[in-house]
C-alpha cells in the first residue's frame, strides 16, 4: 500500500520557489521549506486526502514564515529596502536581465502582496483557494493582487496603453530607464 | 458577449511572474530534503518498532 506522504516530496520544488519568494534568500527559504516540512509530516493527519495537497503544504509553510518574521520583525526593525538592498536574487537560468531586474521589483513589494501574487499569478491557485489558505476574505485577495501588480508596473517603469516585450536587456534596459549592464 | 480582457500589463506582469517563478521551480532540490523525508521515516519506523518491542 502507498504512503500519501509519498506525495510530499513532488511538492518540494514548488515550496522551494513559493519560500523563496517569501522569504527572499535562498538560505532563507530553504530552512523555511525544511521546518514546514517537518510540521508536515508530524501532522499528516490533519491533511485531508483527497483536497489538494500542495495547498495545504503552502499554508504550513506561509503559516511558518509568518511566525518566525513576526518574532524577528520585534527584536529588529526592518525597514521597507533594507532587504531588497540584501538580496541575493541569482539570474535565471538564461541570464537575461529583465529577469533579474523582475525579481528585484517583486522583492520588493511587501509579503501580502508577494504572497498574494505568487499564489494567484504564479502558481494560477484561485482567489478563493488563496484566501482559504492566507485565511482572509477572497476581496482581500483581489485588493492585493492588484495592489501589488501596480506596484510592479511602477517599479519597473512600465505604463498602460504600451506594449512592451520584456524579453532581452536592451528592451528592459529602455523599460526601466537604466542602460543595460 | 464580450469578456472584460485583463489588460495587457498585467498579462505581461504575470507572463514576467510565471517564468521567475517557474525558474525558481526547476531548481534542482538539495539532497538535504530527501535525507530529511528518510530521517522523518526512518524516526517513525524507530519508535514504532520499540512500541511494538515494549
Redesign the interface.
Known sequence: MSDPRDELVTHLPAMRAFALSLARNSAAADDLVQDSLVKAWSNFDSFQPGTNMRAWLFTILRNTYYSLHRKRRREVEDPDGVMAGQLSVKPSHDGSLAMRDFQVAFMQLNDEQREALTLVGAEGFSYEEAADMCGCAVGTIKSRTNRARKRLAELMGMEENETYEVTDARTLAVLSGKPAA | MSEKPK????E????????????????P??D???Q??AQ??KSETDSEKSEADA
Request: aromatic share 6%; proline share 3%; net charge positive.
Open positions: 489588460n495587457r500589463l498585467d505581461q506582469i504575470d507572463e514576467n511572474l510565471r517564468r521567475v517563478y517557474q525558474s525558481a521551480v526547476n531548481e532540490v538539495p538535504r530534503f530527501a530529511l523525508l522523518l521515516r
